[in-house]
């Protein structure tokens, strides 16, 4: 993990030093602040992870961007992100039980971004980098319908899973010029390179984050 980490963030050094040079008296600085929130598809995924589907969650929070160039920029944004998985129903004398895990995270990504210069009021985007996230939350459910009737028990798990979780994001976007400001969407895919789950008697973590994302925003 700390040697894919390490390439990553040589490989992003790289091309900033590289387009420093060649950008010598270019304007430099924050370029757009803003908002921005969607919507997670999320799962687990490791060997010890059994039956996993995709959780419908929630995700937003804020970013600004620091231009180095017009074509690069750095974008770190602060993140809350629903994460976790759903897992196959459990049907038994009649009873249907679905199984969920919530996984709450203060999710902090930091973009490279490339800026292909482009006409018109749409600039679209092609960013990757490392994110770090700090759990929340975190609780099992579990769903349990009978003849029309159902019932909801959720128990709090955070004790089982680790505090942090560490990994790469990447992903396309588009900002769209207004008047004042810019409209912005994006589509991104973050893999967790950490194990997030607490070693237990007799099992080996490994169980992984893995998220689509969606998102809309404002930038100012």
């Not at 990504?109 to 006409?119: R, T």
């Not at 207004?178 to 997030?196: C, H, N, P, Q, W």
């Amino acid at each position: 993990m700390n040697k894919t980490l390490a390439i990553i963030v040589a490989f992003m050094l790289s091309i900033l030093m590289v387009e420093s040079a060649l950008g010598q008296g270019v304007t430099k600085g924050l370029t757009a602040k803003g908002i921005k929130a969607g919507v997670n598809l999320a799962k687990l995924t490791g060997s010890n992870v059994k039956d996993a589907k995709m959780l419908l969650g929630i995700v937003g929070g804020a970013f600004v961007e620091y231009s180095v160039s017009p074509m690069f920029a750095i974008q770190p944004e602060l993140l809350y992100s629903m994460e976790g998985m759903k897992q196959k129903d459990i049907v038994e004398e009649g009873i249907t039980v679905t199984p969920k895990w919530t996984l709450s995270y203060l999710q902090i990504p930091v973009f490279l971004k490339v800026k292909p210069q482009a006409s018109g009021n749409i600039k679209p985007t092609i960013f990757a980098g490392p994110f770090f996230g700090i759990l929340m939350s975190a609780k099992a459910t579990a769903s349990a319908s009978l003849g029309g009737q159902s019932a909801d028990v959720s128990v709090d798990v955070k004790d089982f899973f680790e505090s942090t979780n560490i990994g790469v994001a990447f992903g396309v976007g588009a900002a769209c010029k207004l008047t004042k400001g810019e409209i912005t969407f994006d589509a991104r895919y973050a893999l967790g390179l950490s194990k997030i789950d607490k070693a237990e008697e007799g099992t080996t973590p490994n169980a992984k984050t893995a998220t689509f994302s969606f998102l809309v925003g404002y930038g100012f």
